[in-house]
C-alpha cells in the first residue's frame, strides 16, 4: 500500500533557488537561465517535487 509521508506546500517557497545554465556549446540562442526550488525528494531519491522556471530561449540538449 502506498501511504502520504506528508504535504507540500507549493505557495511561496522560502528557499532560495539553485540557477542552473546550459554548458555554452548547448545554448542557441539567449542565456537559457533556469531556477529551480526543490521543494520535496522522496527517501529513496526517486521522486522530487518543485518548481521549475526558465526564460524563454533556445538549447539543445546532447
Do not use: R
Request: aromatic share 6%.
Amino acid at each position: 500500500m502506498i501511504g502520504i509521508e506528508h504535504t507540500v506546500s507549493l505557495a511561496n517557497p522560502d528557499i532560495e533557488p539553485v540557477i542552473l545554465m546550459p554548458d555554452a556549446d548547448e545554448i542557441l540562442s539567449g542565456q537559457s537561465l533556469q531556477n529551480i526550488w526543490n521543494l520535496y525528494s522522496s527517501s529513496d531519491g526517486t521522486m522530487h517535487i518543485g518548481i521549475w522556471d526558465c526564460q524563454t530561449d533556445v538549447w539543445q540538449v546532447h
